[in-house]
Protein backbone atom coordinates (compact mmCIF):
# COMPACT_ATOMS: atom_id res chain seq x y z
CA UNK A 1 0.00 0.00 0.00
CA UNK A 2 2.58 2.26 0.82
CA UNK A 3 5.14 1.83 -2.08
CA UNK A 4 1.84 1.93 -4.41
CA UNK A 5 0.66 4.96 -3.43
CA UNK A 6 4.59 6.56 -3.52
CA UNK A 7 4.66 5.22 -6.79
CA UNK A 8 1.30 7.04 -7.89
CA UNK A 9 2.26 10.46 -6.40
CA UNK A 10 6.18 11.12 -6.08
CA UNK A 11 8.43 12.09 -8.51
CA UNK A 12 11.95 9.75 -7.98
CA UNK A 13 13.62 12.60 -6.06
CA UNK A 14 10.71 13.66 -3.69
CA UNK A 15 10.70 9.91 -2.62
CA UNK A 16 13.96 10.04 -1.74
CA UNK A 17 13.19 13.84 -0.14
CA UNK A 18 10.78 11.97 2.32
CA UNK A 19 13.60 9.96 3.31
CA UNK A 20 11.85 6.74 2.65
CA UNK A 21 15.18 4.48 2.40
CA UNK A 22 12.65 1.42 1.23
CA UNK A 23 11.49 3.13 -1.87
CA UNK A 24 13.50 2.67 -4.59
CA UNK A 25 15.77 5.04 -6.14
CA UNK A 26 15.07 3.73 -9.36
CA UNK A 27 11.45 3.77 -9.26
CA UNK A 28 9.79 5.19 -12.27
CA UNK A 29 9.12 8.45 -12.30
CA UNK A 30 4.54 8.93 -12.56
CA UNK A 31 2.67 11.92 -12.89
CA UNK A 32 3.61 14.15 -10.15
CA UNK A 33 1.46 15.24 -7.15
CA UNK A 34 -0.26 18.36 -6.94
CA UNK A 35 1.88 21.21 -6.40
CA UNK A 36 0.19 22.39 -3.41
CA UNK A 37 1.30 19.49 -1.74
CA UNK A 38 4.69 19.23 -3.02
CA UNK A 39 5.16 22.64 -1.99
CA UNK A 40 4.61 21.30 1.32
CA UNK A 41 7.12 18.41 1.43
CA UNK A 42 9.77 20.77 0.08
CA UNK A 43 9.31 23.41 2.49
CA UNK A 44 9.17 20.60 5.11
CA UNK A 45 11.82 19.06 4.18
CA UNK A 46 13.86 21.86 4.31
CA UNK A 47 13.16 22.57 8.24
CA UNK A 48 11.58 26.11 7.67
CA UNK A 49 8.43 26.94 9.19
CA UNK A 50 8.87 23.57 10.94
CA UNK A 51 5.80 23.14 13.92
CA UNK A 52 2.89 23.83 11.34
CA UNK A 53 4.62 22.07 8.19
CA UNK A 54 5.20 19.10 10.52
CA UNK A 55 1.87 19.25 11.22
CA UNK A 56 0.46 19.57 7.79
CA UNK A 57 2.99 16.60 6.72
CA UNK A 58 2.33 14.48 8.98
CA UNK A 59 -1.47 14.83 8.75
CA UNK A 60 -0.83 14.46 4.50
CA UNK A 61 1.44 11.47 5.10
CA UNK A 62 -0.96 9.51 7.57
CA UNK A 63 -4.01 9.83 5.14
CA UNK A 64 -2.06 8.82 2.29
CA UNK A 65 -0.80 5.49 4.00
CA UNK A 66 -3.87 4.51 6.08
CA UNK A 67 -6.94 3.25 4.08
CA UNK A 68 -8.55 3.62 7.48
CA UNK A 69 -9.17 7.24 8.39
CA UNK A 70 -9.20 6.63 12.30
CA UNK A 71 -5.82 4.41 11.70
CA UNK A 72 -3.97 7.81 10.76
CA UNK A 73 -0.81 7.42 12.71
CA UNK A 74 2.45 5.98 11.42
CA UNK A 75 4.67 4.35 13.83
CA UNK A 76 7.06 6.64 16.24
CA UNK A 77 10.32 5.82 14.13
CA UNK A 78 9.12 6.53 11.12
CA UNK A 79 7.05 9.47 11.75
CA UNK A 80 10.74 10.90 13.36
CA UNK A 81 12.39 9.79 9.96
CA UNK A 82 10.39 11.47 7.97
CA UNK A 83 9.80 14.65 9.73
CA UNK A 84 14.23 14.70 10.04
CA UNK A 85 15.70 17.48 7.95
CA UNK A 86 19.21 16.77 6.91
CA UNK A 87 21.88 17.87 8.13
CA UNK A 88 25.47 18.23 7.49
CA UNK A 89 28.20 19.52 9.78
CA UNK A 90 31.91 21.09 8.11
CA UNK A 91 34.97 20.92 10.01
CA UNK A 92 37.70 23.40 9.35
CA UNK A 93 35.33 26.52 7.93
CA UNK A 94 38.68 27.42 5.87
CA UNK A 95 38.64 27.90 1.99
CA UNK A 96 37.29 24.34 1.07
CA UNK A 97 35.34 24.30 3.95
CA UNK A 98 32.75 27.60 3.60
CA UNK A 99 33.13 27.21 -0.62
CA UNK A 100 31.28 23.70 0.51
CA UNK A 101 29.11 25.08 2.57
CA UNK A 102 27.82 28.00 0.54
CA UNK A 103 27.39 25.22 -2.37
CA UNK A 104 25.31 23.50 -0.29
CA UNK A 105 23.08 26.10 0.63
CA UNK A 106 22.41 27.08 -2.72
CA UNK A 107 21.60 23.13 -3.73
CA UNK A 108 18.73 23.08 -0.93
CA UNK A 109 19.59 19.89 -0.12
CA UNK A 110 19.62 20.15 3.52
CA UNK A 111 17.49 22.09 6.11
CA UNK A 112 20.59 22.12 9.02
CA UNK A 113 24.21 23.03 8.46
CA UNK A 114 26.86 23.28 11.22
CA UNK A 115 30.22 24.46 10.85
CA UNK A 116 32.82 24.06 13.39
CA UNK A 117 36.53 25.82 13.65
CA UNK A 118 39.48 26.55 16.34
CA UNK A 119 39.29 29.98 14.99
CA UNK A 120 36.08 31.35 16.33
CA UNK A 121 36.22 34.80 15.12
CA UNK A 122 36.45 33.63 11.86
CA UNK A 123 33.92 31.20 11.89
CA UNK A 124 31.33 33.38 13.41
CA UNK A 125 31.88 36.05 10.84
CA UNK A 126 31.77 33.17 7.79
CA UNK A 127 28.38 31.63 9.49
CA UNK A 128 27.36 35.40 9.54
CA UNK A 129 27.68 35.91 5.87
CA UNK A 130 26.43 32.49 4.89
CA UNK A 131 23.08 33.33 6.74
CA UNK A 132 22.28 36.79 4.98
CA UNK A 133 21.78 34.60 2.04
CA UNK A 134 19.16 32.48 3.28
CA UNK A 135 16.29 35.05 2.75
CA UNK A 136 17.67 35.18 -1.11
CA UNK A 137 17.98 30.98 -1.86
CA UNK A 138 16.85 28.48 0.48
CA UNK A 139 15.46 27.93 3.72
CA UNK A 140 17.73 26.42 6.24
CA UNK A 141 19.39 27.13 9.44
CA UNK A 142 23.20 27.63 9.73
CA UNK A 143 25.05 28.21 13.10
CA UNK A 144 28.59 28.06 14.10
CA UNK A 145 28.52 25.36 16.07
CA UNK A 146 30.79 23.02 18.31
CA UNK A 147 31.67 19.17 18.24
CA UNK A 148 27.96 18.14 20.34
CA UNK A 149 26.26 19.57 17.12
CA UNK A 150 27.65 16.71 14.83
CA UNK A 151 24.64 14.71 16.84
CA UNK A 152 22.16 13.59 14.29
CA UNK A 153 24.41 15.16 11.25
CA UNK A 154 23.86 12.89 8.16
CA UNK A 155 27.42 13.59 6.55
CA UNK A 156 30.45 15.41 8.68
CA UNK A 157 32.23 16.83 6.16
CA UNK A 158 36.09 17.37 7.68
CA UNK A 159 38.40 20.03 5.80
CA UNK A 160 40.40 21.33 8.96
CA UNK A 161 44.13 21.43 8.18
CA UNK A 162 47.10 23.70 8.18
CA UNK A 163 49.03 25.07 4.77
CA UNK A 164 53.02 23.65 4.49
CA UNK A 165 55.27 25.96 6.68
CA UNK A 166 58.61 27.62 5.62
CA UNK A 167 61.06 24.57 5.42
CA UNK A 168 59.00 22.21 6.94
CA UNK A 169 58.94 18.23 4.75
CA UNK A 170 55.75 17.23 3.20
CA UNK A 171 55.84 14.23 5.76
CA UNK A 172 55.80 16.64 8.82
CA UNK A 173 52.97 18.43 7.37
CA UNK A 174 51.43 14.83 7.16
CA UNK A 175 52.17 14.14 10.52
CA UNK A 176 50.59 17.58 12.05
CA UNK A 177 47.49 17.17 9.77
CA UNK A 178 47.06 13.66 11.38
CA UNK A 179 47.67 15.13 14.87
CA UNK A 180 44.74 17.20 14.17
CA UNK A 181 42.49 14.27 13.13
CA UNK A 182 43.51 12.43 16.44
CA UNK A 183 42.02 15.33 18.03
CA UNK A 184 38.99 16.08 15.68
CA UNK A 185 38.19 12.62 15.14
CA UNK A 186 37.05 11.11 18.40
CA UNK A 187 35.41 14.49 19.04
CA UNK A 188 32.96 14.15 16.19
CA UNK A 189 32.35 10.19 17.05
CA UNK A 190 31.71 11.03 20.51
CA UNK A 191 28.52 12.79 19.68
CA UNK A 192 27.90 10.78 16.17
CA UNK A 193 28.55 6.96 15.74
CA UNK A 194 25.67 6.76 12.62
CA UNK A 195 26.10 9.08 9.90
CA UNK A 196 29.33 9.34 7.15
CA UNK A 197 32.99 11.25 7.60
CA UNK A 198 33.42 12.32 4.24
CA UNK A 199 36.88 14.08 4.25
CA UNK A 200 38.66 16.54 2.27
CA UNK A 201 41.87 17.79 4.27
CA UNK A 202 45.20 16.12 2.30
CA UNK A 203 47.10 14.40 1.78
CA UNK A 204 43.22 13.21 1.59
CA UNK A 205 44.25 9.39 0.94
CA UNK A 206 46.24 9.20 4.15
CA UNK A 207 43.99 11.18 6.31
CA UNK A 208 40.83 9.08 5.49
CA UNK A 209 42.78 6.08 6.47
CA UNK A 210 43.69 7.53 9.58
CA UNK A 211 39.73 8.85 9.97
CA UNK A 212 38.55 5.42 9.35
CA UNK A 213 41.19 4.02 12.46
CA UNK A 214 40.30 6.76 14.67
CA UNK A 215 36.31 6.42 14.77
CA UNK A 216 36.17 2.61 14.38
CA UNK A 217 33.50 3.59 11.89
CA UNK A 218 33.67 0.39 9.27
CA UNK A 219 35.19 1.79 5.60
CA UNK A 220 31.76 1.92 3.94
CA UNK A 221 31.35 5.35 6.25
CA UNK A 222 34.53 6.77 5.54
CA UNK A 223 35.04 8.46 2.06
CA UNK A 224 37.51 10.63 0.83
CA UNK A 225 37.03 12.96 -1.54
CA UNK A 226 39.94 11.43 -3.35
CA UNK A 227 40.36 12.26 -7.25
CA UNK A 228 36.77 13.55 -7.55
CA UNK A 229 38.50 16.88 -8.63
CA UNK A 230 41.15 14.95 -10.47
CA UNK A 231 38.50 13.33 -12.63
CA UNK A 232 36.52 16.57 -13.46
CA UNK A 233 39.57 17.71 -14.45
CA UNK A 234 40.61 15.04 -16.62
CA UNK A 235 36.89 15.14 -18.36
CA UNK A 236 36.91 18.58 -18.50
CA UNK A 237 40.19 18.76 -20.64
CA UNK A 238 39.33 15.84 -22.72
CA UNK A 239 35.45 17.39 -23.07
CA UNK A 240 37.64 20.93 -24.67
CA UNK A 241 39.83 18.53 -26.63
CA UNK A 242 36.92 16.71 -28.41
CA UNK A 243 34.16 19.80 -28.57
CA UNK A 244 32.08 17.48 -25.70
CA UNK A 245 30.52 18.52 -23.04
CA UNK A 246 32.77 16.96 -20.10
CA UNK A 247 28.90 15.28 -18.82
CA UNK A 248 29.43 12.94 -22.09
CA UNK A 249 32.96 11.88 -21.34
CA UNK A 250 33.16 8.86 -19.62
CA UNK A 251 36.94 8.49 -18.08
CA UNK A 252 38.10 8.52 -14.47
CA UNK A 253 41.49 8.92 -12.49
CA UNK A 254 42.06 6.31 -10.07
CA UNK A 255 44.85 5.97 -7.09
CA UNK A 256 46.32 8.18 -5.07
CA UNK A 257 45.13 12.05 -5.20
CA UNK A 258 48.26 13.54 -5.54
CA UNK A 259 51.22 12.57 -7.94
CA UNK A 260 51.30 8.76 -8.59
CA UNK A 261 47.62 9.47 -9.89
CA UNK A 262 46.56 6.94 -12.89
CA UNK A 263 44.67 7.97 -15.89
CA UNK A 264 42.51 5.01 -17.07
CA UNK A 265 42.53 5.70 -20.67
CA UNK A 266 41.96 1.99 -21.44
CA UNK A 267 38.74 2.67 -20.48
CA UNK A 268 37.98 6.27 -21.20
CA UNK A 269 34.91 6.45 -23.70
CA UNK A 270 32.26 8.72 -25.06
CA UNK A 271 28.77 7.70 -24.89
CA UNK A 272 30.15 4.41 -24.66
CA UNK A 273 32.65 4.90 -27.79
CA UNK A 274 36.37 4.01 -26.91
CA UNK A 275 38.44 7.41 -27.55
CA UNK A 276 40.18 5.99 -30.44
CA UNK A 277 37.33 4.93 -32.55
CA UNK A 278 35.57 8.01 -31.48
CA UNK A 279 38.11 10.37 -32.80
CA UNK A 280 38.82 8.56 -35.44
CA UNK A 281 35.32 8.72 -36.27
CA UNK A 282 34.92 12.05 -35.91
CA UNK A 283 37.72 13.93 -36.79
CA UNK A 284 39.20 14.88 -33.17
CA UNK A 285 42.90 14.33 -32.33
CA UNK A 286 43.81 12.54 -29.21
CA UNK A 287 47.41 11.53 -29.96
CA UNK A 288 49.97 10.09 -27.70
CA UNK A 289 51.29 13.81 -26.98
CA UNK A 290 47.87 15.02 -26.80
CA UNK A 291 46.80 12.61 -23.80
CA UNK A 292 50.34 13.35 -22.40
CA UNK A 293 49.44 16.70 -21.90
CA UNK A 294 45.86 16.17 -21.13
CA UNK A 295 47.07 14.27 -18.16
CA UNK A 296 50.01 16.72 -17.26
CA UNK A 297 47.52 19.39 -16.83
CA UNK A 298 45.37 17.39 -14.69
CA UNK A 299 48.09 16.10 -12.68
CA UNK A 300 49.30 19.54 -11.76
CA UNK A 301 46.32 21.92 -11.99
CA UNK A 302 46.62 22.07 -7.98
CA UNK A 303 50.10 23.15 -8.30
CA UNK A 304 49.22 25.66 -11.27
CA UNK A 305 46.55 27.22 -9.56
CA UNK A 306 48.41 27.69 -6.07
CA UNK A 307 51.03 29.26 -7.63
CA UNK A 308 48.53 31.76 -9.29
CA UNK A 309 45.43 32.20 -6.70
CA UNK A 310 47.03 30.46 -3.33
CA UNK A 311 44.58 27.85 -3.29
CA UNK A 312 42.10 25.61 -4.76
CA UNK A 313 38.26 25.30 -3.39
CA UNK A 314 35.59 26.25 -6.06
CA UNK A 315 35.88 22.53 -7.98
CA UNK A 316 36.75 20.53 -4.97
CA UNK A 317 33.33 22.31 -2.77
CA UNK A 318 31.23 21.16 -6.18
CA UNK A 319 33.31 17.73 -5.85
CA UNK A 320 32.02 17.11 -2.07
CA UNK A 321 28.24 18.53 -2.68
CA UNK A 322 27.72 15.97 -5.71
CA UNK A 323 29.03 13.39 -3.16
CA UNK A 324 27.02 14.55 -0.38
CA UNK A 325 23.83 14.58 -2.71
CA UNK A 326 24.85 11.36 -4.34
CA UNK A 327 24.53 10.00 -0.51
CA UNK A 328 21.60 11.95 0.81
CA UNK A 329 19.79 11.23 -2.27
CA UNK A 330 20.45 7.50 -2.47
CA UNK A 331 21.56 8.30 -6.13
CA UNK A 332 23.93 5.78 -6.48
CA UNK A 333 26.30 7.98 -8.57
CA UNK A 334 29.63 6.15 -9.31
CA UNK A 335 32.31 8.65 -8.37
CA UNK A 336 36.18 8.26 -7.55
CA UNK A 337 36.05 8.34 -4.02
CA UNK A 338 38.85 7.49 -1.89
CA UNK A 339 38.11 4.16 -0.20
CA UNK A 340 39.24 1.00 1.19
CA UNK A 341 40.43 -1.13 -1.58
CA UNK A 342 38.51 -4.01 -1.35
CA UNK A 343 41.34 -6.91 -2.17
CA UNK A 344 41.39 -5.39 -5.88
CA UNK A 345 44.70 -6.15 -8.39
CA UNK A 346 46.28 -7.65 -4.76
CA UNK A 347 45.60 -4.47 -2.58
CA UNK A 348 44.15 -3.80 0.55
CA UNK A 349 44.34 -1.69 3.60
CA UNK A 350 45.17 1.48 1.93
CA UNK A 351 42.92 3.92 0.98
CA UNK A 352 42.95 4.99 -3.08
CA UNK A 353 40.06 6.53 -5.29
CA UNK A 354 38.30 3.87 -7.74
CA UNK A 355 35.17 4.68 -9.35
CA UNK A 356 32.49 3.70 -5.67
CA UNK A 357 28.49 3.81 -5.74
CA UNK A 358 27.80 6.16 -3.51
CA UNK A 359 23.96 5.54 -1.51
CA UNK A 360 22.74 6.64 1.26
CA UNK A 361 25.01 3.90 3.45
CA UNK A 362 28.25 5.46 1.75
CA UNK A 363 30.55 3.20 -0.24
CA UNK A 364 27.36 0.84 -1.32
CA UNK A 365 30.25 -1.01 -4.09
CA UNK A 366 34.09 -0.33 -4.95
CA UNK A 367 33.77 -0.80 -9.20
CA UNK A 368 36.29 -3.43 -10.31
CA UNK A 369 38.25 -1.88 -13.22
CA UNK A 370 39.39 -4.84 -15.75
CA UNK A 371 42.84 -1.95 -15.66
CA UNK A 372 45.75 -3.04 -18.71
CA UNK A 373 49.08 -3.98 -17.36
CA UNK A 374 50.37 -0.99 -17.41
CA UNK A 375 47.42 0.82 -15.34
CA UNK A 376 47.38 -2.38 -12.72
CA UNK A 377 51.39 -1.67 -12.36
CA UNK A 378 50.58 2.02 -12.09
CA UNK A 379 47.71 1.76 -9.69
CA UNK A 380 49.61 -0.55 -7.69
CA UNK A 381 52.67 2.37 -7.26
CA UNK A 382 50.64 4.50 -6.41
CA UNK A 383 49.36 1.93 -3.49
CA UNK A 384 53.12 1.86 -2.34
CA UNK A 385 53.71 5.58 -2.54
CA UNK A 386 50.62 5.67 -0.10
CA UNK A 387 51.69 3.21 2.00
CA UNK A 388 55.13 4.77 2.76
CA UNK A 389 53.68 7.93 4.20
CA UNK A 390 51.27 5.75 5.98
CA UNK A 391 53.81 4.18 7.82
CA UNK A 392 55.53 7.14 8.69
CA UNK A 393 52.36 8.19 10.73
CA UNK A 394 50.70 5.60 11.42
CA UNK A 395 51.90 5.65 15.34
CA UNK A 396 49.64 8.63 16.08
CA UNK A 397 46.68 6.65 15.62
CA UNK A 398 48.27 3.25 17.33
CA UNK A 399 49.13 5.43 20.83
P1 LIG B 1 42.33 26.81 5.08
O1 LIG B 1 43.61 27.05 5.80
O2 LIG B 1 41.65 27.93 4.40
O3 LIG B 1 41.29 26.15 6.09
C1 LIG B 1 41.62 25.22 7.07
C2 LIG B 1 40.74 25.50 8.25
O4 LIG B 1 40.96 24.45 9.22
C3 LIG B 1 41.07 26.82 8.94
O5 LIG B 1 39.91 27.60 9.01
C4 LIG B 1 41.57 26.40 10.31
O6 LIG B 1 41.25 27.33 11.33
C5 LIG B 1 40.87 25.07 10.49
N1 LIG B 1 41.50 24.21 11.48
C6 LIG B 1 42.81 23.97 11.68
N2 LIG B 1 42.96 23.15 12.73
C7 LIG B 1 41.74 22.86 13.19
C8 LIG B 1 41.25 22.07 14.26
N3 LIG B 1 42.08 21.40 15.06
N4 LIG B 1 39.92 22.01 14.45
C9 LIG B 1 39.07 22.69 13.66
N5 LIG B 1 39.48 23.46 12.64
C10 LIG B 1 40.80 23.55 12.42
O7 LIG B 1 42.64 25.63 4.05
P2 LIG B 1 41.71 25.22 2.81
O8 LIG B 1 42.20 25.89 1.59
O9 LIG B 1 40.29 25.34 3.22
O10 LIG B 1 42.10 23.68 2.69
C11 LIG B 1 41.68 22.76 3.66
C12 LIG B 1 42.24 21.39 3.34
O11 LIG B 1 41.64 20.91 2.13
C13 LIG B 1 43.76 21.40 3.09
O12 LIG B 1 44.33 20.24 3.66
C14 LIG B 1 43.85 21.34 1.58
O13 LIG B 1 45.06 20.77 1.14
C15 LIG B 1 42.66 20.43 1.28
N6 LIG B 1 42.19 20.44 -0.11
C16 LIG B 1 41.78 19.25 -0.57
C17 LIG B 1 41.36 19.13 -1.87
C18 LIG B 1 40.90 17.78 -2.35
O14 LIG B 1 40.65 17.58 -3.54
N7 LIG B 1 40.76 16.81 -1.46
C19 LIG B 1 41.35 20.24 -2.71
C20 LIG B 1 41.76 21.47 -2.19
C21 LIG B 1 42.19 21.56 -0.88
Known amino acids: MLLTTLHAGFTVDEMVDLDLSYAPPYAPVWDPVPIAIRQIIKKVSSGIERDRMIEERVMFLSTLFSDEPEENGLPDYLQEELLRPHKVVVVGAGQVGTTFAYALLLSGLVGEMALIDVNRERLEGEVMDLNHAVPLSNPMRIWAGDYPDCAGADVVVVAAGTAQREGETRLDLVKRNTRIFADIIPRITEHNRQGILLIATNPVDVLSYAAWKLSGFPAQRVIGSGTVLDTARFRHLLGRQLHIDPRNVHAHIIGEHGDSEVPVWSMANVTGIGLERFCGRHSCHLGAKERAEIFRQTRDAAYEIIERKGATFYAVAVGILR ?36 GRAGVERVVYLPLTKGETEAFCNSADVVRDVLDGVQDIWSD
Open 323 to 358: IVESILRNQYTVLSVSTLVPGYYGIEDVYLSLPSVI
